[in-house]
């Protein structure tokens, strides 16, 4: 359990880091009032949280340990909209549509409502 712990905290750690240098690197290339860097974050963490997953289910030395690493760990540091999509890629591949719109519409909106609430909140 500790070593899982050290493995998640490790990636999310770099992961952290590698976030923080892109949202930097892709502001100052943003001629809009539009949060890119952040953005590509969230495609980026996507497609490697794909490529994590994919790797894990074709090949034996991809390891659990190495799926905490990199995907719950520096996938979950450097964005949580990776697991999202991954999530909801689970929900359309086992045909749960209903629990796909649920999920997509009511995290977007819920959070979306509780960055309002705590923006008022700090107020």
Known sequence: ???HLLL??????IG???RYATVLLFSK??????PFGTFVANVLGCLLIGIFYGLGSRWAWF???WRLLLATGFCGGYTT?????????VLLQT???????IYTLGSLAVG????????WLAK
């Open 112 to 119: 979306i409502g509780a960055v309002a609430l705590g923006f």
């Open 95 to 101: 045909q749960q549509y209903s629990s796909f719109f």
């Open 1 to 3: 359990m500790t070593n």
């Open 8 to 13: 998640v905290g490790f990636g999310g750690a």
């Open 63 to 65: 390891t659990p340990a």
């Open 29 to 34: 290339f943003t001629p809009v009032n539009l």
């Open 81 to 89: 909209f990776s697991a999202f999509a991954y999530e909801n890629l």
């Open 16 to 18: 952290s880091i590698c």
